[in-house]
């Protein structure tokens, strides 16, 4: 496919998933009031499939990373379990997957797509616990055209980044040991979620401790200026042993036209200017709902790592241009996908003079898509092409 009939495609398999899920919507919220489990995630599984098909099915070329990926499953299919461990063991559940999957199909078709699954399956059983407040085929449509195509080349993180995400909804009822389940699942994809999720959680404490405003500010403010300012701990984690040292990628590599993490579009300033501008005015527009909607202030928590992972982002690209900054912005970005689906929920809407306006989250995230994906070439999934088989 060239990059025309790429777009088009892209298109056609997230409409196919989105008006499924619309029309399936009302099961949702059927399911939400009776606590049924099993039948909603069948539900969940039948909306994503086509998703997790182009997922699977698609050729290395497609995503920075995907060749590095398929080269590292031909390798493990011939090793044996200690030996796999030994040289791969460090995100464990991640190389655990890797493994036997390798064992049991000789193309990793099957891997990729169940990769892809671990993200958006579990992203969309949440949704479905906040069907109330957010329709389900809304928080599709912005994981579709905010995160899928980056999906296709951060594999691993974005598993860490939904368990993570996850977790902390389980934390907010506290129920700690399910959350902390969930977080080291996380873990167990990608190692950052540790050094990502720890000053998540000082933060988290801190909103909901019983401190002055002052007080919450500094210990937000401090926690982070040490994330901005941490490259450095990725060096002691690594010597510690709890992150690998091919890691130390995402502190060193400064972004340029040959980085495998971001292209020379931000190098020059452009994209990275762009995307924090534009990220910048969604969560301006978040801010002004939250405050003027009730119904909604058990998202506070989310607005603010939402904010905290855009400041993040922002200051990365523009101020120091390494990769470091997008991997750590992800685990607080993802948290802004249910204000922003918020915005124009039926009978909610309320920002400017009262008047709504229609599909909001919807038709900004198309335009954040098409930019990202198709002008500034991120994610590297353009032109899309199946694999050979």
């Known amino acids: 496919?060239?990059?025309?009939?790429?777009?088009?495609?892209?298109?056609?398999?997230?409409?196919?998933?989105i008006g499924l899920c619309r029309e399936l919507q009302p099961r949702f919220d059927l399911y939400r009031g009776s606590g049924r489990i099993f039948p909603a995630f069948i539900v969940c599984c039948v909306v994503s499939f086509p998703l997790?098909?182009?997922?699977?099915?698609?050729?290395?070329?497609v995503g920075v990373d995907t060749l590095m990926y398929a080269m590292k499953y031909n390798i493990v299919k011939t090793m044996s379990l200690s030996e796999m461990f030994a040289d791969y063991g460090e995100d464990y559940l991640y190389s655990l997957i890797l493994y036997v999957s390798s064992h049991l199909f000789d193309k990793p078709y099957a891997y990729f797509g169940l990769m892809q699954a671990f993200v958006i399956i579990p992203l969309l059983m949440l949704s479905v616990k906040y069907s109330n407040k957010v329709d389900v085929w809304k928080i599709l449509a912005i994981y579709c055209f905010w995160y899928y195509n980056d999906s296709l080349n951060i594999i691993r993180q974005m598993v860490a980044v939904v368990f993570v995400f996850v977790a902390f909804d389980f934390l907010q009822e506290q129920k700690k040991w399910k959350?902390?389940?969930?977080?080291?699942?996380?873990?167990?994809?990608?190692?950052?979620?540790?050094?990502?999720g720890i000053p998540m959680f000082i933060i988290y404490a801190a909103v909901k401790k019983n401190l002055?405003?002052?007080?919450?500010?500094?210990?937000?403010?401090?926690?982070?200026?040490?994330?901005?300012?941490?490259?450095?701990?990725f060096v002691n984690l690594i010597d510690a042993g709890a992150l690998s040292s091919r890691y130390n990628l995402y502190a060193d590599t400064f972004i340029s036209g040959t980085s495998r993490m971001?292209?020379?579009?931000?190098?020059?300033?452009?994209?990275?200017?762009?995307?924090?501008?534009?990220?910048?005015?969604?969560?301006l527009a978040v801010i002004v709902f939250v405050n003027r909607n009730d119904r909604?202030?058990?998202?506070?928590l989310f607005a603010l790592f939402f904010a905290i992972g855009i400041l993040i982002y922002s200051v990365g690209l523009i101020f120091y241009k390494t990769a470091y900054?997008?991997?750590?912005?992800?685990?607080?970005?993802?948290?802004?996908?249910?204000?922003?689906?918020?915005l124009d929920q039926k009978g909610t809407l309320t920002i400017i003079d009262n008047h709504r306006i229609g599909l909001f989250s919807f038709w900004i995230s198309i335009v954040y898509w098409?930019?990202?994906?198709?002008?500034?070439?991120?994610?590297?999934?353009?032109?899309?092409?199946?694999t050979q088989f």
């Open 296 to 300: 909604f202030r058990g998202f506070d």
């Open 262 to 283: 971001v292209n020379s579009w931000i190098s020059v300033g452009f994209g990275g200017v762009f995307e924090s501008v534009f990220r910048s005015l969604v969560l």
């Open 212 to 233: 002055s405003l002052t007080k919450k500010i500094i210990i937000v403010g401090l926690v982070v200026l040490v994330l901005v300012q941490g490259q450095n701990l």
């Open 1 to 17: 496919m060239n990059d025309l009939q790429t777009i088009v495609f892209y298109l056609l398999v997230f409409f196919i998933s």
């Open 52 to 61: 997790i098909f182009v997922a699977a099915f698609r050729d290395v070329s």
């Open 179 to 196: 959350a902390l389940l969930l977080f080291l699942i996380g873990y167990g994809f990608h190692s950052s979620a540790m050094m990502i």
């Open 325 to 342: 900054f997008v991997r750590l912005s992800l685990y607080f970005d993802i948290f802004g996908m249910y204000l922003l689906g918020s």
């Open 370 to 386: 098409f930019t990202h994906v198709y002008l500034l070439t991120q994610s590297r999934s353009i032109p899309y092409t199946f």
